[in-house]
């Protein structure tokens, strides 16, 4: 007949299984009430208490079913209801018989580890009710010899049964476990032995090094807070838990990191009875979580993986635990627990059961890493970015999940920077104390005194531009929870960041009025997204219409400037969201730019274009390009852009480029743009205006730096005229026809510009000049001066380029006659420029253009005197092009000008250099046949004395022009200077006379006809 004992204990251990058959649990329940008699009755009525409710939660087994807690919670309701039966009979002979009774089971449960598991609880509870420590002792041996440490289930109940037992004998069960790791049954030369002979002995020591940790983990969870903390501190100090580093199965792993979590528990509880100390060496503890969550190498086996995931799983949960304490996280170990944690994102979705919990530990970890790391509230705002900006490439992944997963953590770390910033940071820095549950809660440690801006972050340290620009993009995202995360995330920064103090110098650029009335829009969105019929794309304008409002000028440019990774966002979807939504910005504020955020922004944007290979996404940036030249600085974008298309053509092969070369889309967009097409070409037109720089060293031949980042500009310039010419289309034609005196002003001046650098070798340049120029040609329509170029473009040459000028200048009259005197007015300015070759193309082209401006007296006029003004020039070809100008005045208005002709004349027939008096003279023989008697006369003498000297030049074509100008002026020999004219020829017939038997015909002819002039000069 057995006894109520053993009936009560055999009765308690078979409740363990609430799920069995036939209900059998609530039947042993009934059954227990029955025998209430057999007991004493204060136990009797307390179980007519407590069974109801035991009954109740086990009622409805399919409900039980959807608890993966049940088993746990109903083995703790088991342990407690035996400790409230002890408590209830208070009476140490009944207590010390019922342990013998439990004592007695063991046999029966020998093959049922569950069981067997509870009984190890049971007994512990009741050792913890007992006094005698031998009693003690003894029950702990036979726990110990009846546990079966290979069976995870087993060593785990044992562990809890003998951490029971801790909470009334701490120093019986750590005397007990220093035994039983003294005679584990293997030293560590042993172990390393057995690897070469079979593997279970492995694993036996692997069991029992896993049974010790977790008996030391429970001991220290339930032993009094009031003397745990030396007991923690030996058996920390001592390294005990480093020897249970190098086993190798998972389960033994997971006992071991659950030891560590344990130990932390215990630091944390006994901080919320307020004995706070800290945990020493807890970062080598962190070092050993992290070692023990790893994949090892030597695993051999095929079907661990979701073992693995579950050690994973508990190792942050443990990394959460130990993170939690003091002392305060240093950065390094911050560093190596994320480094070692965050790619844990990135798992696939199945198992997802585990996967899912996994994850809900990581992120609870990350929470643990926010409230535990930094001194004060500027800290915890920079700790907050570092979390954050360590989650943004899952929260931008190309997989649905790592975007799900990435941006629900980033939601949850928010949550808790607001409760800090809600319930205020210590002055100190110091932080709430954590519970397991809600790492969030509990009260702080100390209070402050000090005002608020000093122990909170300023908005400032939120870097709100750079935050909103990384969950813009998932504003617009393919998966819907995605989207809904996003802008609660938004929502909640914008919500942070009006709740804190902002810098003096930025908070009168925000209106806190609209700020709120923009936050209450956007909460309402939060509140309607997860309604299935609102429209998304409406939403998605409403998000970016709110952040638009709600960004200061600063937060405005760091978003703008951080615009990179959004538009070239790996799903296509958000990446056009996000360029819409900069372009909404650029519109709606752009007038808060300064000219260096315009230039960092147009910078960003270029980069989204180059490394976008997309054409719908690329255009998409090229507009928002073009958005931002229109509403803000376009000379500043226009620089940046011509910088980077330079940069480009002298650093790369521009033809290779996959997708195309995205600099000359952006030309193309311009040329195309209503409002921007005129003003681009201005711009390109500006820049090829401008005066170049040096561009040589005249001794080593050598270019500079400088210069060779010049011609980098110069041909990115000519590259960016020749795209406008030919991807304009209607609006850049018109633009074309509209400037085509500045256009053509401009190419004939850099022609000449460059071909005096063609003369040094560097062809390059001149060539992209001819292919833009061809295409202004072909822009225009000119077939005529196309063909010019291209039969003598690349001359180089001075003689045949100055033609091909000139050549231009007068298919150009021809072809545009209306625009002869535009043209002419910018060239006439250009005869001041300082490079020579640029006045050289310059007076060429009007020497050319003046002939056919009879029709323009006024700018007929203005070219004579500028012409006169540059018979001075330094260059002989400018003065030689000048005086050519000159006598080519259309014959209708040449003798207005016949006097200033001639005095020019006179001059440059003294000129130091020989080809400008050869010039002069030839120009004199042109213009003696429309010259008046009058305006001959005065300087008569001084031709023929001029003319005289020349005569005796050894330039033969020189010698026979001055021969035969001197006869050309016999004819005006009539007037007031008769007698001074008769005493010239009489000097000079003895020349005439030698020059009779020249060598050279030319000059014998010249003199023949000039002595006839003499003999009938009337």
Same mark, same amino acid.
């Given at each position: 007949?057995?006894?109520?004992?053993?009936?009560?204990?055999?009765?308690?251990?078979?409740?363990?299984?609430?799920?069995?058959?036939?209900?059998?649990?609530? +039947?042993?329940?009934?059954?227990?009430?029955?025998?209430? +008699?057999?007991?004493?009755?204060?136990?009797?009525?307390?179980?007519?208490?407590?069974?109801?409710?035991?009954?109740?939660?086990?009622?409805?087994?399919?409900?039980?079913?959807?608890?993966?807690?049940?088993?746990?919670?109903?083995?703790?309701?088991?342990?407690?209801?035996?400790?409230?039966?002890?408590?209830?009979?208070?009476?140490?002979?009944?207590?010390?018989?019922?342990?013998?009774?439990?004592?007695?089971?063991?046999?029966?449960?020998?093959?049922?580890?569950?069981?067997?598991?509870?009984?190890?609880?049971?007994?512990?509870?009741?050792?913890?009710?007992?006094?005698?420590?031998?009693?003690?002792?003894?029950?702990?041996?036979?726990?110990?010899?009846?546990?079966?440490?290979?069976?995870?289930?087993?060593?785990?109940?044992?562990?809890?049964?003998?951490?029971?037992?801790?909470?009334?004998?701490?120093?019986?069960?750590?005397?007990?476990?220093?035994?039983?790791?003294?005679?584990?049954?293997?030293?560590?030369?042993?172990?390393?032995?057995?690897?070469?002979?079979?593997?279970?002995?492995?694993?036996?020591?692997?069991?029992?090094?896993?049974?010790?940790?977790?008996?030391?983990?429970?001991?220290?969870?339930?032993?009094?807070?009031?003397?745990?903390?030396?007991?923690?501190?030996?058996?920390?100090?001592?390294?005990?838990?480093?020897?249970?580093?190098?086993?190798?199965?998972?389960?033994?792993? +997971?006992?071991?990191?659950?030891?560590?979590?344990?130990?932390?528990?215990?630091?944390?509880?006994?901080?919320?009875?307020?004995?706070?100390?800290?945990?020493?060496?807890?970062?080598?503890?962190?070092?050993?979580?992290?070692?023990?969550?790893?994949?090892?190498?030597?695993?051999?086996?095929?079907?661990?993986?979701?073992?693995?995931?579950? *050690?994973?799983?508990?190792?942050?949960?443990?990394?959460?635990?130990?993170?939690?304490?003091?002392?305060?996280?240093?950065?390094?170990?911050?560093?190596?627990?994320?480094?070692?944690?965050?790619?844990?994102?990135?798992?696939?979705?199945?198992?997802?059961?585990?996967?899912?919990?996994?994850?809900?530990?990581?992120?609870?970890?990350?929470?643990?890493?926010?409230?535990?790391?930094?001194?004060?509230?500027?800290?915890?705002?920079?700790?907050?970015?570092?979390?954050?900006?360590?989650?943004?490439?899952?929260?931008?992944?190309?997989?649905?999940?790592?975007?799900?997963?990435?941006?629900?953590?980033?939601?949850?770390?928010?949550?808790?920077?607001?409760?800090?910033?809600?319930?205020?940071?210590?002055?100190?820095?110091?932080?709430? *104390?954590?519970?397991?549950?809600?790492?969030?809660?509990?009260?702080?440690?100390?209070?402050?005194?000090?005002?608020?801006?000093?122990?909170?972050?300023?908005?400032?340290?939120?870097?709100?531009?750079?935050?909103?620009?990384?969950?813009?993009?998932?504003?617009?995202?393919?998966?819907?929870?995605?989207?809904?995360?996003?802008?609660?995330?938004?929502?909640?920064?914008?919500?942070?960041?009006?709740?804190?103090?902002?810098?003096?110098?930025?908070?009168?650029?925000?209106?806190?009025?609209?700020?709120?009335?923009?936050?209450?829009?956007?909460?309402?969105?939060?509140?309607?997204?997860?309604?299935?019929?609102?429209?998304?794309?409406?939403?998605?304008?409403?998000?970016?219409?709110?952040?638009?409002?709600?960004?200061?000028?600063?937060?405005?440019?760091?978003?703008?400037?951080?615009?990179?990774?959004?538009?070239?966002?790996?799903?296509?979807?958000?990446?056009?969201?996000?360029?819409?939504?900069?372009?909404?910005?650029?519109?709606?504020?752009?007038?808060?730019?300064?000219?260096?955020?315009?230039?960092?922004?147009?910078?960003?944007?270029?980069?989204?274009?180059?490394?976008?290979?997309?054409?719908?996404?690329?255009?998409?940036?090229?507009?928002?390009?073009?958005?931002?030249?229109?509403?803000?600085?376009?000379?500043?974008?226009?620089?940046?852009?011509?910088?980077?298309?330079?940069?480009?053509?002298?650093?790369?092969?521009?033809?290779?480029?996959?997708?195309?070369?995205?600099?000359?889309?952006?030309?193309?967009?311009?040329?195309?743009?209503?409002?921007?097409? *005129?003003?681009?070409?201005?711009?390109?037109?500006?820049?090829?205006?401008?005066?170049?720089?040096?561009?040589?060293?005249?001794?080593?031949?050598?270019?500079?730096?400088?210069?060779?980042?010049?011609?980098?500009?110069?041909?990115? *310039?000519?590259?960016?005229?020749?795209?406008?010419?030919?991807?304009?289309?209607?609006?850049?034609?018109?633009?074309?026809?509209?400037?085509?005196?500045?256009?053509?002003?401009?190419?004939?001046?850099?022609?000449?510009?460059?071909?005096?650098?063609?003369?040094?070798?560097?062809?390059?340049?001149?060539?992209?000049?001819?292919?833009?120029?061809?295409?202004?040609?072909?822009?225009?329509?000119?077939?005529?001066?196309?063909?010019?170029?291209?039969?003598?473009?690349?001359?180089?040459?001075?003689?045949?380029?100055?033609?091909?000028?000139?050549?231009?200048?007068?298919?150009?009259?021809?072809?545009?006659?209306?625009?002869?005197?535009?043209?002419?007015?910018?060239?006439?300015?250009?005869?001041?420029?300082?490079?020579?070759?640029?006045?050289?193309?310059?007076?060429?082209?009007?020497?050319?253009?003046?002939?056919?401006?009879?029709?323009?007296?006024?700018?007929?006029?203005?070219?004579?005197?500028?012409?006169?003004?540059?018979?001075?020039?330094?260059?002989?070809?400018?003065?030689?092009?000048?005086?050519?100008?000159?006598?080519?005045?259309?014959?209708?208005?040449?003798?207005?000008?016949?006097?200033?002709?001639?005095?020019?004349?006179?001059?440059?027939?003294?000129?130091?250099?020989?080809?400008?008096?050869?010039?002069?003279?030839?120009?004199?023989?042109?213009?003696?046949?429309?010259?008046?008697?009058?305006?001959?006369?005065?300087?008569?003498?001084?031709?023929?004395?001029?003319?005289?000297?020349?005569?005796?030049?050894?330039?033969?074509?020189?010698?026979?022009?001055?021969?035969?100008?001197?006869?050309?002026?016999?004819?005006?020999?009539?007037?007031?200077?008769?007698?001074?004219?008769?005493?010239?020829?009489?000097?000079?017939?003895?020349?005439?006379?030698?020059?009779?038997?020249?060598?050279?015909?030319?000059?014998?002819?010249?003199?023949?006809?000039?002595?006839?002039?003499?003999?009938?000069?009337?």
């Amino acid at each position: 007949m057995p006894s109520p004992e053993d009936l009560f204990a055999r009765l308690l251990v078979l409740l363990h299984n609430p799920l069995a058959r036939g209900q059998l649990a609530t +039947q042993i329940l009934t059954v227990l009430c029955y025998l209430g +008699q057999l007991f004493p009755r204060n136990l009797s009525l307390f179980w007519e208490d407590e069974v109801p409710k035991m009954k109740a939660y086990i009622s409805d087994p399919e409900d039980l079913k959807q608890d993966s807690t049940y088993q746990e919670i109903w083995d703790n309701m088991i342990i407690n209801f035996l400790a409230e039966s002890l408590d209830v009979v208070n009476d140490n002979v009944w207590v010390i018989s019922l342990g013998d009774a439990f004592a007695r089971q063991y046999d029966l449960y020998a093959t049922s580890d569950g069981h067997s598991a509870l009984l190890h609880r049971c007994l512990g509870m009741l050792l913890q009710k007992v006094d005698d420590r031998i009693y003690v002792r003894e029950k702990i041996d036979l726990m110990c010899r009846h546990s079966s440490m290979s069976i995870p289930v087993n060593r785990l109940g044992l562990a809890q049964g003998i951490g029971l037992v801790a909470a009334s004998h701490l120093d019986t069960v750590l005397e007990k476990l220093k035994n039983i790791l003294e005679n584990a049954g293997q030293s560590a030369l042993q172990r390393f032995l057995s690897f070469f002979s079979f593997r279970e002995k492995v694993e036996d020591v692997d069991d029992t090094y896993a049974a010790l940790a977790l008996m030391y983990g429970y001991a220290a969870r339930y032993a009094p807070s009031t003397v745990i903390e030396a007991r923690i501190n030996a058996l920390v100090g001592t390294d005990m838990l480093g020897r249970f580093l190098h086993v190798q199965h998972p389960t033994a792993k +997971q006992a071991v990191i659950t030891a560590i979590d344990l130990l932390g528990r215990a630091v944390i509880s006994a901080a919320e009875i307020g004995i706070s100390f800290p945990l020493q060496r807890r970062d080598q503890l962190l070092e050993y979580v992290l070692t023990l969550m790893g994949r090892d190498q030597s695993d051999d086996l095929v079907d661990f993986s979701i073992e693995l995931l579950q *050690t994973q799983t508990v190792a942050l949960s443990a990394c959460t635990t130990l993170v939690s304490i003091e002392p305060r996280l240093p950065m390094e170990t911050r560093n190596r627990v994320m480094k070692a944690t965050l790619g844990f994102f990135a798992l696939p979705t199945e198992p997802s059961n585990i996967v899912e919990s996994l994850i809900t530990n990581l992120i609870i970890l990350l929470g643990a890493i926010l409230l535990t790391s930094g001194e004060d509230g500027r800290s915890r705002a920079e700790q907050l970015l570092h979390i954050l900006r360590q989650l943004d490439p899952y929260v931008s992944a190309s997989a649905e999940h790592q975007r799900r997963r990435g941006c629900v953590a980033v939601h949850e770390v928010l949550v808790k920077f607001r409760n800090l910033c809600s319930g205020g940071f210590g002055a100190s820095g110091s932080y709430p *104390t954590l519970s397991l549950k809600h790492i969030d809660q509990g009260g702080p440690r100390g209070s402050s005194s000090l005002p608020s801006a000093f122990v909170l972050p300023n908005r400032d340290s939120l870097s709100l531009g750079e935050r909103i620009m990384a969950y813009l993009p998932r504003c617009a995202d393919t998966d819907d929870e995605v989207r809904k995360v996003a802008i609660q995330i938004i929502a909640l920064f914008f919500n942070i960041s009006l709740s804190l103090p902002k810098q003096k110098t930025s908070a009168n650029d925000i209106d806190l009025e609209s700020s709120y009335g923009a936050l209450s829009s956007l909460e309402d969105i939060v509140s309607i997204i997860r309604r299935a019929s609102v429209d998304q794309i409406e939403v998605f304008h409403r998000v970016v219409s709110s952040v638009c409002i709600l960004l200061s000028k600063d937060e405005l440019v760091v978003l703008l400037h951080s615009c990179t990774l959004a538009a070239c966002d790996k799903v296509k979807q958000s990446a056009d969201g996000s360029i819409q939504a900069i372009i909404v910005f650029i519109i709606r504020r752009g007038k808060d730019l300064r000219e260096a955020d315009v230039l960092r922004t147009t910078q960003s944007l270029l980069s989204s274009a180059i490394a976008l290979t997309d054409k719908h996404s690329r255009q998409e940036v090229l507009n928002a390009i073009s958005c931002l030249a229109e509403n803000t600085n376009h000379i500043v974008v226009f620089d940046e852009v011509l910088f980077v298309a330079g940069r480009d053509i002298c650093t790369k092969d521009i033809t290779r480029i996959r997708g195309g070369w995205a600099i000359q889309d952006v030309f193309y967009v311009f040329s195309q743009h209503k409002v921007l097409a *005129t003003l681009f070409l201005e711009y390109i037109l500006s820049i090829l205006h401008k005066e170049p720089v040096a561009t040589n060293d005249s001794e080593k031949g050598e270019i500079n730096s400088e210069s060779s980042a010049d011609d980098c500009i110069l041909q990115a *310039t000519m590259f960016a005229l020749n795209a406008f010419l030919r991807g304009g289309g209607k609006v850049g034609k018109q633009a074309v026809e509209q400037s085509y005196p500045s256009v053509l002003s401009a190419l004939i001046l850099k022609l000449g510009g460059l071909h005096g650098l063609a003369e040094l070798g560097r062809n390059e340049l001149l060539r992209s000049l001819l292919i833009a120029f061809q295409s202004f040609c072909d822009c225009v329509g000119d077939v005529e001066m196309g063909k010019i170029l291209a039969r003598d473009g690349e001359r180089t040459e001075k003689e045949k380029w100055i033609d091909l000028v000139q050549e231009v200048a007068c298919s150009s009259s021809v072809k545009r006659p209306n625009e002869v005197l535009p043209t002419c007015v910018i060239l006439s300015k250009s005869l001041d420029r300082n490079q020579r070759a640029e006045r050289e193309a310059a007076a060429a082209a009007l020497s050319e253009f003046i002939r056919h401006s009879e029709k323009e007296p006024a700018l007929l006029e203005q070219m004579v005197e500028e012409l006169c003004q540059h018979v001075t020039d330094d260059s002989p070809t400018v003065r030689s092009l000048c005086l050519r100008g000159l006598v080519q005045i259309p014959e209708s208005h040449i003798l207005n000008y016949i006097q200033q002709v001639l005095g020019v004349i006179l001059a440059l027939l003294e000129d130091a250099t020989e080809s400008v008096q050869l010039t002069a003279v030839q120009c004199l023989l042109t213009v003696l046949n429309v010259s008046e008697q009058d305006a001959v006369d005065p300087i008569l003498i001084s031709l023929l004395v001029r003319l005289r000297n020349l005569q005796i030049s050894m330039n033969t074509k020189m010698r026979s022009n001055a021969f035969a100008a001197y006869g050309a002026l016999s004819a005006y020999g009539a007037g007031s200077q008769h007698h001074a004219f008769l005493e010239q020829i009489h000097a000079t017939l003895p020349r005439l006379i030698l020059h009779l038997h020249d060598n050279d015909l030319s000059v014998r002819l010249a003199c023949r006809v000039c002595s006839r002039c003499f003999v009938f000069p009337y």
